[in-house]
């Protein structure tokens, strides 16, 4: 069975400074990952997703992501943080063909962006 | 395009009774999939439903139950209501093929408070 691993329940940020979300998964075979973010009293919001082919994906919201398969880790960045990042960030995986298409999360990491 | 919408936005129950929930998938997605967000306990795979039929269910007891409609907007049933039940149920929807993986979109959920 997959299971997901977000190192850091809570990640303060200055604005304007680098955003790290660490993300590890332990699954037998190469999963397909995803990053989520939720805003308060919402649903998730699709940030990128990797699937095959390149390793760097990029988002939206300046976002992007690396798939390390020898590190089993999906790690999401964006340069400059902005106030409007402020929110909590699901990393999640799915199996193809494995219980169909359901996802599998991590705890969740809440940004707290400060001025 | 609509996004998956779900009502009510909010449900007040007390223990021992019934709740519903509706949703109404992205146009065009047959796959839909509920989701328990419980405070301390994280993002929980509840059901997937694609072309009518359930497909998977997580690990929740069978008074958790749902069924999906032929215009794909499904129900998601919830039986005997217990204090523990609080949570925000999140709706998902994708496209579904064997061969690959599509993302879920999620709607805003609904919180179901029970007292």
């Known amino acids: 069975a997959q299971s997901v691993t977000q190192l850091g329940s809570h990640v303060s940020v200055s604005e304007g400074a680098l955003v790290l979300l660490r993300c590890n998964y332990s699954?037998?075979?190469?999963?397909?990952l995803f990053w989520y973010v939720q805003y308060p009293n919402q649903g998730l919001q699709l940030l990128l997703k990797?699937?095959?082919?390149?390793?760097l994906v990029k988002g939206i919201n300046g976002f992007e992501a690396e798939f390390k398969k020898s590190e089993t880790s999906f790690h999401l960045t964006k340069p400059s943080a902005h106030m409007s990042d402020a929110a909590e960030y699901f990393c999640?995986?799915?199996?193809?063909?494995?219980?169909?298409?359901?996802?599998?999360f991590g705890g969740g990491t809440r940004v707290l962006v400060k001025p | 395009e609509a996004g998956v919408t779900q009502s009510p936005t909010h449900l007040i129950k007390t223990r021992g009774q019934q709740a519903t929930l509706r949703c109404s998938p992205i146009?065009?997605?047959?796959?839909v999939y509920w989701y328990q967000q419980a405070l301390g306990l994280g993002l929980q795979f509840l059901l997937w439903?694609?072309?009518?039929?359930?497909?998977n269910r997580g690990n929740f007891p069978p008074r958790f139950s749902g069924r999906q409609f032929p215009n794909y907007s499904s129900e998601l049933n919830v039986n005997a209501l217990e204090l523990e039940d609080s949570a925000l149920y999140l709706c998902?929807?994708?496209?579904?093929?064997?061969?690959?993986?599509?993302?879920?979109?999620f709607g805003d959920g609904t919180r179901l408070s029970i007292l």
């Open positions: 998902a929807s994708s496209l579904w093929t064997v061969t690959s993986n599509q993302p879920q979109h």
């Open positions: 699954s037998s075979v190469p999963p397909y």
């Open positions: 990797y699937t095959t082919g390149a390793t």
């Open positions: 999640a995986v799915s199996m193809i063909k494995a219980a169909g298409n359901k996802l599998t």
């Open positions: 146009s065009g997605h047959t796959s």
């Open positions: 439903y694609d072309e009518g039929e359930e497909r």
